[in-house]
């Protein structure tokens, strides 16, 4: 199986559009949650908007610079999910962000790609020179929990959150 991790272009206009609407059909009935929220906040009808506010560039209303990968499926040519790395940390990232945030889309879950996507995107960090790698996720999300403690997560402590969710903070050396 060929996964690799890529930077949107016009390219892929088509399956972000299919993973993207997946997703929010599955937010809606499941209620479940849209990590990375990065690839939510704009609309992707707009692609060339879309693809030019998917990244922040500058540190500016408490967001720092990222970058946004999506995992390719090369032998379907179907993206599975999106990795979202933030560069540094501020205080709102090192109390509940974390430096990764990520999700694969619904259909393709429980086949262990979040965990090579995490593997993956922590050498997209030591290119950027982060060596210590913060990663958060809810308590009750025992998936990412699994997919963090594979990449070599260490579970620092668990904080309450302002909506009163339990989040573990873990740290990743490379």
Known sequence: M???LIKLTKEYE???????DE?????????????????FKNDYHDFDDYLARLETKTES???????????????RN????????????????????????DGIRPSERRKGYATEMIRLALIECRKL?????????????????KSILRNGGVLENEIVDPDGETEQRY???L
């Open 23 to 39: 997703w929010k059909a599955d937010q809606k009935a499941n209620r479940t949650n849209g990590s990375p929220w990065v690839i």
């Open 14 to 20: 088509t399956q972000l559009g299919e993973m993207i």
């Open 129 to 145: 020179g982060i060596r210590k790698v913060l990663m958060v996720c809810d308590k009750d999300n025992i998936a990412s929990a």
């Open 78 to 101: 179907r993206l599975l999910g999106a990795v979202n790395i933030r560069h540094y940390l501020n205080e709102s990232l090192l109390r509940d962000g974390g430096h990764i945030g």
């Open 171 to 173: 740290w990743i050396t």
């Open 2 to 4: 060929g996964l690799k």
């Open 61 to 75: 209303e408490g967001r720092v610079p990222d970058s946004v990968f999506f995992l390719l499926d090369e032998e």
